[in-house]
């Protein structure tokens, strides 16, 4: 049966967590998101419901290596931290991209650089879709745009990770992370058993038995042709992602002459800004990225063939345009609308950077 | 006459089959060897090869994998206890041990270090000190003696610039979580011998959830110290026990006065 | 009256030529060979029949390469 609750973005995320059949939660107080931690702490998972282990690490260094660790011996594991704390962990991102290690990571993410403020901010696309570590790596991206999403997104996250052997981040904001909204939890799923674990995961170090070779987990390979190799292999693998797993919603763009591309809460205060315009008798639709990677690139690229104007909405100074702009292509300037260091645009302000910006042009 | 006695029955040592055939990458000489040796034939008689998960470190023994044939993970420079930890959490009927040198385990991965110690996750970490980082060519190590040269102090350490050699060792053994603490060499018959027996009380200790057994082994590092094999671990005794006392600091839980 | 005997058989193109095990033998039975191996080093090799198959010189070798064989002799 359905089972309906009012939760907060990060409660309803930590309660996911637990019914998704993870094993292990490694993490490190950071606001806007400590909540993730406290409820699982809460819910004591490891005595009271699953067996799923949560531990605070002494740091988000240590925790996003727990991952890793507990990745490598095919588990279902996963952190949770904030941008600053993002920062830390991108080492051991690298590491598990070049390891080929699937786990979850969320970012609720606040204003930066350093440490900025602790109010919502989409200034980390860049290091979330471009590989914030160092090599050439890619995770899959998804951006939730309300609580149900950041339910359904634990679940989904886990499947791809699995999928493919990738790091699979959820990027959102304390709008978000900390906004209380109906919810429809999902339906609880079994941790896998030892015997699962080794049938779907054989690469895992789970002990070498007589009827295998030793498993090892490393991202080291001293011989550039075969580390050549294995770049190739991961670059094959983002096509792949590439090719099956883009999602976005377009709100409105049936008939649209003018479309804001803007994903997240940002997305949200959009969809009033498109009812706002039209009120006004401009025809706005939003094309909302639910994944950043890999990014809707053939669906803007479809709109700008034909509308008039697009503009790209961020709490930033200019990140994921880029990418619009790319997809895009020549056949339209895309158009910018960000606040930044915590701000939130009012639907008021975006509707008149949509008329001065985009349909005065 | 010798060719005799050279038959499967009378065979009373030989490499360990947990060992693998790939040549070890260290120098020769050195003791990196000996010890990987000393956890396999731990491993082998324990007969627990399907339930250990070892974790290598970044360093010379960054390919410890290579050559210890059970599943193994490669962590990040510092992170083993952090992956350690994890795995044994995730998978607490297994045997998980960690193996790192001084910069690993006493520079970049202090924090990791001690408090992987203080939450006495059961496992046993091994810690190779050579005072010297041997890998990336002989730079100054945490361990590196007052006055002892290194590329990156070629005139010695000096203490008042550059710090103290540090004794991680004496520093966890009195947390709570640490079970065993010992220091050991492999330079001799009789301190590998100990040292083996010091590794298997630690599996032992981790099997019956007693915490932390933690292993520290001063070796040598020839070509760092650019000495011969036995020149080294002559150097060693004279230079490096004194400041890194050979033996037991904490067993079963009580600190050895 | 039995007595102990003992030799050692060294993968001569695995050993590194480090002189660790001479040291640990107390009975001075292995020294260098004249040739190099297939790496450029001189390995290890048996110099007397004095060995006992102690096996403290393969517990000290770093590379794993001495193997230990022991057995009673009946001595006339």
């Not at chain 1, 931290?81 to 590491?95: A, C, F, H, N, V």
């Not at chain 3, 190099?36 to 770093?62: E, F, L, M, Q, W």
């Not at chain 3, 590379?63 to 230990?68: E, L």
Request: with cysteine; net charge neutral; glycine share 10%.
């Amino acid at each position: 049966m359905e089972e309906v609750k009012l939760m907060k973005g990060n409660e309803a995320f930590a309660e996911s967590v637990i019914r998704s059949g993870c094993d292990g939660y490694f993490g490190y107080p950071i606001t806007p998101q400590s909540e993730v931690m406290e409820y699982l702490m809460k819910e004591d998972p490891e005595v009271k419901r699953t067996g799923m282990v949560v531990l605070q690490a002494e740091s988000e260094v240590s925790a996003i290596n727990m991952v890793y660790g507990g990745a490598g011996c095919g588990k279902r594991v996963m952190t949770s931290s904030s941008s600053p704390g993002i920062s830390l962990k991108q080492e051991g991102i690298s590491y598990i991209a070049g390891a080929e290690l699937p786990c979850l990571i969320l970012n609720v993410a606040r204003g930066g650089p350093g440490l900025g403020t602790i109010q919502p901010s989409q200034a980390d696309y860049f290091q979330s879709v471009k590989g914030g570590g160092h090599g050439d790596y890619r995770m899959i991206v998804l951006a939730p745009a309300s609580v149900q999403e950041m339910a359904d997104f634990v679940p989904l996250g886990f499947d791809l990770a699995f999928k493919y052997r990738i790091a699979v981040l959820i990027l959102t904001d304390g709008v978000i992370g900390q906004m209380m909204e109906k919810v429809v939890l999902p339906e609880p799923r079994p941790r896998w058993t030892e015997e699962e674990i080794i049938k779907n995961t054989p690469w895992a170090t789970t002990g070498k038995t007589a009827d295998r070779e030793r498993n090892i987990i490393t991202s080291l390979d001293l011989d550039a042709a075969k580390q050549e190799q294995h770049n190739y292999k991961l670059a094959a693998k983002y096509k792949l992602i590439e090719e099956n797993e883009v999602r976005c919603e377009e709100i409105q763009c049936d008939d649209a002459e003018y479309v804001i591309v803007a994903y997240g809460s940002a997305a949200r205060i959009c969809q009033k800004v498109a009812d706002l315009a039209r009120a006004k008798g401009i025809k706005l639709g939003v094309l909302r990225p639910v994944t950043l990677f890999p990014f809707p690139k053939k669906e803007i690229h479809a709109l700008a063939q034909r509308v008039k104007g697009m503009m790209s909405v961020e709490y930033s100074l200019g990140q994921m345009i880029e990418d619009v702009q790319l997809a895009a292509g020549g056949t339209l300037e895309v158009q910018f609308y960000g606040r930044v260091g915590g701000m939130i645009p009012t639907p008021e302000e975006v509707l008149e950077a949509v008329e001065n910006k985009m349909v005065k042009l | 006459m010798m060719e005799n006695i050279i038959s499967p029955e009378n065979l009373v040592y030989t490499k360990t089959k947990l060992m693998t055939d790939k040549a070890l990458s260290y120098c020769p000489g050195c003791g990196h060897g000996v010890v990987h040796r000393m956890i396999m034939e731990t491993v082998d008689e324990m007969g627990i090869q399907d339930k250990t998960i070892g974790i290598a470190p970044v360093g010379c023994s960054v390919l410890a994998y290579d050559f210890m044939n059970v599943d193994m993970q490669q962590a990040a420079h510092g992170r083993a206890p952090a992956l350690g930890t994890a795995i044994k959490r995730l998978m607490p009927g297994k045997y998980v041990f960690t193996y790192q040198g001084d910069g690993d385990l006493a520079a970049i991965g202090t924090a990791e270090t001690i408090h992987c110690c203080n939450r006495g996750e059961d496992m046993v970490m091994i810690f190779i000190n050579n005072a010297i980082y041997g890998m990336t060519g002989g730079q100054m190590a945490p361990t590196t003696l007052e006055g002892m040269p290194s590329s990156t102090s070629p005139y010695g350490r000096d203490v008042a610039r550059m710090g103290y050699p540090l004794r991680i060792t004496e520093m966890v053994a009195p947390l709570a979580g640490v079970y065993n603490c010992s220091r050991h060499s492999v330079h001799t018959p009789a301190a590998v011998r100990k040292l083996k027996r010091a590794i298997r009380k630690g599996f032992e200790a981790q099997a019956d959830k007693k915490g932390l057994t933690f292993i520290e082994v001063v070796s040598n590092c020839n070509s760092g110290w650019k000495k011969t094999p036995n020149d080294a671990n002559k150097w060693m005794e004279e230079n490096l026990f004194p400041y890194y006392p050979i033996g037991d600091i904490k067993i079963d839980g009580k600190m050895v006065a | 009256m039995a007595k102990i005997k003992g030799t050692i058989v060294v993968d001569k193109e695995q050993c590194k030529g480090c002189e660790v095990c001479t040291t640990a033998c107390q009975f001075k039975c292995i020294g260098m060979s004249k040739e190099v191996n297939g790496k450029g080093y001189r390995y290890a090799i048996s110099v007397n029949d004095d060995c006992t198959g102690c096996t403290n010189c393969a517990i000290v070798c770093p590379d794993g390469v001495i193997s230990v064989y022991r057995a009673k002799i009946d001595s006339q």
